[in-house]
């Protein structure tokens, strides 16, 4: 079954907690993983969190959100099979999902209107990997 895991730092803190309320009125499920205030953090150790909970299982998917995305991207890159993408808008979002196969989705809040934010999380969740020609490249990685 396919589980969504989603967190933030501080600086991602409301920008997730909007898309935590997006996920419920589309009545999608999703675990957060913290932080749960918008007392200030270290993104990598969230990124972390949701990296470890994705690759435990390849059906499972993570959002990530910091002040550019940047940070969580690349910590949560560190894991193996783990492809996250920044995204910035709906063409990144779904060519990420369609040629990449990304995993987790990372989020600018402080680059992103609350709206490009949300339209991005709902391309993710609802674009399936193309698979063909790019599934060699993925092995690659």
Known sequence: MKKIFLSSDHAGYKLKELIKLHLDKKKINYTDLGPFNGDSVDYPDYAH?????????NNHTGILVCGSGMGMNIAANRHKNIRAA????????????????ANIITLGSRLLTKK???NCVSVFLNTKFEGGRHTKRIKKI
Do not use: E, G, P
């Open 86 to 101: 920044q995204c910035f808008n709906l063409k990144s979002t779904k060519l990420s999902r369609l040629h990449n196969d």
């Open 49 to 57: 969190k949701v990296a470890r909970k994705v690759k435990a299982n």
């Open 116 to 118: 490009n934010a949300l």
